[in-house]
């Protein structure tokens, strides 16, 4: 996919706006899948501008950065299954960050 955009290695402008494109389809629109776009970008050791867009993806994120400082901000311990609190914590999360985007409601 990126080779079709990308014939030579791509300015950091390009990888800014084409990490800020993928970033929105990620956390906004929910069209792409985070950990699949990750896995997508990894594989892809082929291609020059791939390991870019990663270090924008994990680093350079706005989007991505909020939702670990939240992570981090709840305390959640490593050993999950054993934290009695887990449950409001990880409902905490996901009430700031829902997973999916709500069906628009029709009359």
């Known amino acids: 996919m990126l080779s079709e955009f990308f014939k030579e290695p791509a300015s950091p402008e390009e990888i800014t706006q084409t990490g800020t494109l993928l970033s929105k389809l990620i956390w906004n629109h929910k069209i792409l899948s985070f950990e699949e776009t990750l896995l997508a970008l990894a594989d892809r050791d082929d291609d020059?501008?791939?390991?870019?867009?990663?270090?924008?993806?994990?680093?350079?994120?706005?989007?991505?950065?909020?939702?670990?400082?939240?992570?981090?901000?709840l305390h959640v311990r490593e050993d999950h299954w054993n934290d009695p609190d887990y449950f409001s914590?990880?409902?905490?999360?996901?009430?700031?960050?829902?997973?999916?985007?709500?069906?628009?409601h029709l009359e």
């Open 48 to 73: 020059i501008n791939s390991f870019s867009l990663l270090e924008h993806l994990l680093l350079a994120s706005p989007e991505f950065a909020t939702r670990v400082d939240c992570f981090l901000s």
């Open 89 to 104: 914590s990880n409902f905490m999360y996901h009430e700031r960050f829902p997973e999916f985007v709500p069906a628009p």
